[in-house]
């Protein structure tokens, strides 16, 4: 991958997903989805796929310190992740059965989702129970006669709706030490077990396909034993390997979404009359608003990239506090950044004549998801004060 | 009106409106706006209508003091004041036709409204020029052969879908003095120069009816001379006088929104296990978080309720800078006792399985609306410097 | 009292105080004292005396919402409030002696207090123990032989060094309830069994007289029995009713600073070139500034005032998380309010050739004396919590 | 220089400098002097010396980005930097003279310096104007007969008490470009026209020696041709060129005082007991702020680190807006984890006790010293604005 790929999709985002962006904000998915597939198909042929699978799977095998300004690139989208089949949870879900699923397994369900045929999600947060705690899990699984049997109810689980897999985690012991409780499993979506109670309405919003989040319910879902992933017991330990990256790919993806809001918000400045003589660019509150969200995203960026080299370098572990305080700066910082945008473009920002509205609406999310920035806060104060624990 | 008043409100509020909140969530305007008839129909005849209009107008000339704490209640519900007869804009336009309307602008316009029989809206804002500045105003009102013509584009014209009349501010006399450029028309909806180009989608929701934001154009729309409110040249001091109370009005509504939203922020905790034996309500927090909310309400009342006490003492014009003052401040609470509200309900709270992220979306404009926030500061910070120059 | 005495107080402070105020900042406390006596001679023969005592203390008997104003514009310089004998500590000793101490009391000490001959100050604070709990306060008192003696050490005892008396806070009872544990004792400050260890230095400064805060040590120190306050086990309900009106002191004084520093600000960027042809009160984010502490200090005065009314009532324990909501919001603006003062200032503003950075030092504490803000916060969010708890 | 430089470092800070430290908070001027001359020369012995000039100076040419770690570890102590002779103003006096002097002023100054014979100075900002702005400068130089005259007022001139030798900033061309009307000169400290007029009182304390800032006067103060570094001219472009890394070595000896201040705080909250079973280290409220003021140091650091790179490789006038955020980044964090410190610490924290007070005062000037934040907030938005402009 060189220099010019960056070029290539930053052109590619500002010019074919346009049209695709407004098919989004016009909520017509059934016409986003068909364009899409066709430049899902353009950019697998242009090889601007799967940039963190290995070749075997059309990929590049890029670290997470080469995919990271990619990432960015693509965020200036919520379509460009989509389009180069790069986009959660399908890039999460792939690199977990790159490295923890069985032969058998990655034939069936990875070289699918790495072809671009089919769609999988990801089901793990619990309308009932609070996600950041492990050990207040609802959904159980049984292995009964060589079968496990799965029992409960998930939500926000994106993309359930038309995927083709669904990869579910359970308590399999409760009485296990906390960390070692639950486990993963791979089901396929069309297990008579499996059901999708409805695409939640997200602020104002059921979406479609990938882009909606299921509430989904697994009823005596019966699988074979061999749909664990790992053994059990490592659904926790899975689960953390899977997010810590995860976080950095939103992370990057969120400073795409503030360069271009803070773009908009500069191209807007630079037209808008506030006076017979003069425009909104001029007004130092403006610009001092300008100065914070600069230095609000490139202080975010230098912590990413450091922390995917960290990561990169193999230290997960150690990495995880770093991870947690990089997700909260980032989603502060992004709904500062879109909040600065929306009020500059005084009532044109409400409307859905711009993205920012959008983005404001589905990234509102981002102090939620993956573990609420509370969370994440408590994670570093903790990491800080044992330095001075005796 | 008696304290009770108070209390039938709270009542109303919390019962009869959620049944229509649920249509409003599930975005069928059909069924809730018949529902919402209904309930418009009983308030009327218990007299819980037109609150601060004269009794010959089915009300009750509550003064802005008295008005404050019922709009404070009736803000719970995004419905409330609808269902009372005291919605923007209809609230304001009838104050204005009440007190600067000819006998024949009340007794064609104002009547109906006061019935509740018609509703109207209010066509000041422009998609090409900042509001806030009236010097920059596009549409245009030229005397020919006795009939006004009025030409030009507005946009957040609430209501505008379904309205029966139209007031609307146009520029006269480009030349005079900046504040004596623009005068206010009453314009019949079944104007043929009149025309709704569109309900604007708004944070993803086009809306309908009351419940919407019109784009409109006036092309040569043809109106009499006696279609004008005062004399001309007076619209900017009329709007003045019609946006100051509404600056009040708001504010109590949004304490209204800001109250439910911390009731239901502490209502969540207390039942949101975090860990096998504690609550969300536990956490400090949570808890300085709460404070901080309940102390920005506070102050914001206090400062609401002198603010309407000093409007009442007929002190509008000195009393500019205070309500400039309070619309900030107001505005910046609102938007964080929300935030809070969804943060704490997790992914929940983005969902539409409760209102918070209705009002998440819908009053993401009230820093925008009725000027932005920075003029407002403005408007106080040259107020403050005023005192010292010599 | 009339209005006039607040501009008699207004001229007052900002003529003959100035004076002494450059004593206070070159930091000779000799001649300082010396030129306050006389202002206090002064004050006292013009009856701008002893506000809140009755008039056979030479008083007026203002309530607290008669005497906020005075105390805001008294609050406008350092030295106001001592000048006219209504400073901390000994407003709030005079106080309480006033309401709980026996005939022989007020005649031994509020009598010479009340009249300007001594000084008082309060032992509460403790250097090893976190003041806002009554559980953790290492200070004891014993009856043996119809004596207390008393053990322990204090710190921020203000005004200890030269004090004639002081009002000291010690366990009577460990293993009663929490909050009847503790006993108040009159101590005259030549007991033997007393001694200030230093004038603590704060912020750089060790002050001197009523201007300082001691370390105080009490070893065996012997009082007859008479010398307690109300009855064994009053300490904890006579510190609350002493400290609840104390915080609204402070919290109008700390308002007058705000003006004090505000005012300044106005004043200096209305003269601060920023360009050959700009003031910085030209800069549009300055103005930003000044509007948000126009606001903050609105916010806080009207709660203020309608908290005073409030305790005026009689409502003093109702009131609790009221004055709880307003220490900390107060304090926080005031820290706000001179930061910006002193930022505005530039270089000069770090300097002592104004009376910024003496305000910066000597009322951090505001966040923390009488309770951090911290702990207040708390006290308002279980109070909001405990309406929606079953 | 090697990895173990930073650990001998942070011995010598930790232990060595304590006890300059009590000399330094109780004010005791000689006797600090006297301790420090003692380790100064130590660490000249020892080679911790003129880190960043060549090796003919006594030093290692260190370049930003290999002393940047060293100078946050210096910065745990307010004297660290100058044990090593790399304090300001003087390290950036040294870089001047030895990248723009002659050999002549090489000799001369440049290598007293490097041995810590003598202190220098830099008086550049002026009491009556706004230092931000190189066209109000007051202060002038005439040539006359083969001589330069130099007539002004400047303040802020740290160090000036003791120094032998002044660099000074004066207008030579008022009629020139902007930014070509300056030009430096350099003044023995014995000229009979330079006149320390006082040392500035500041945050109640008006210093000594290097820990001094100097109000001082030019009076027809005379020096030859050759006192000018550089051309006629220079003054502004070699004012960049010493302020730009000279805010970096400022950062990084920010974030030093940052950790020290965090890690005060955890450990006192890992001892203040809150109840009689838990420390004030156990409440989430005080653990998000830890979170908070960790991740507002990460980012500094690592946009600061990144600079000092930038810087390495030569790029010093395109870095000139990275240089302006960080600096207002970092400084508005420095005030933040200082603020918290104290409030963590309760009454110990605004005493002189602990070093947070000094802390506290000495470096609120961050905001303001080399430029205000508000002017570098301004360099960074319109270059950003920059991008968008046609």
Chains 1, 2, 3, 4 share one sequence.
Not at 279 to 286: G, K, M, P
Not at 314 to 321: D, N
Request: hydrophobic share 40%.
């Amino acid at each position: 991958m060189k220099r010019d790929v960056y070029l290539i999709l930053r052109e590619f985002i500002q010019n074919e997903l346009r049209i695709c962006e407004d098919l989004l904000l016009s909520g017509d998915y059934a016409a986003l989805f068909k364009a899409l597939d066709k430049l899902r198909a353009e950019a697998r042929k242009s090889g601007l796929w799967n940039f963190t699978l290995p070749a075997e799977y059309e990929g590049h095998g890029l670290s997470y310190a080469e995919f990271a300004p990619l990432s960015e690139i693509l965020g200036w989208s919520p379509l460009g992740h989509y389009v180069c089949n790069v986009q959660a949870p399908d890039i999460g879900n792939m690199e977990l059965l790159l490295h923890h699923g069985t032969d058998e397994q990655q034939h069936r369900w990875l070289a699918p989702l790495a072809s671009g045929e089919i769609r999988s999600c990801f089901a793990m947060t619990e309308p009932e129970n609070a996600g950041s705690n492990p050990t207040l899990m609802g959904t159980k699984a049984e292995l009964k006669n060589g079968k496990w049997i799965i029992n409960g109810r998930k939500w926000f689980t994106t993309g359930a709706d038309g995927a083709g897999v669904v990869i579910v985690m359970a308590v399999t012991d409760p009485d296990a030490p906390k960390h070692c409780r639950a486990s993963m499993f791979i089901v396929s979506a069309d297990n008579p077990g499996f059901r999708i109670i409805r695409n939640i309405p997200v602020m104002g919003d059921a979406g479609s396909g990938w882009l909606s989040h299921g509430e989904v319910e697994f009823v005596n879902c019966t699988v074979d034993e061999s749909a664990i992933i790992g053994k059990p017991g490592d659904g926790f330990v899975l689960a953390q390997e899977r997010l810590g990256p995860g976080r950095i790919h939103h992370g990057m993806r969120w400073i795409g979404i503030a360069e271009r809001a803070l773009s908009m918000t500069c191209k807007r400045a630079l037209i808008r009359k506030i006076s017979p003589n003069t425009v909104l660019a001029d007004n130092d509150a403006f610009q001092s608003k300008v100065a914070e969200s600069r230095a609000d995203i490139e202080a975010v960026r230098a912590l990413m990239l450091s922390t995917a080299s960290f990561l990169d370098s193999g230290s997960m572990k150690s990495g995880r506090s770093r991870i947690s305080l990089i997700k909260f700066l980032a989603s502060d910082m992004l709904m500062k950044v879109l909040d600065f945008a929306i009020q500059t473009h005084g009532a044109l920002g409400v409307t859905d004549d711009t993205i920012l509205s959008f983005f404001y609406r589905h990234e509102r999310g981002a102090r939620i998801y993956d573990g609420p920035d509370e969370v994440h806060m408590m994670v570093v104060a903790r990491e800080e004060l044992k330095k001075y624990r005796s």
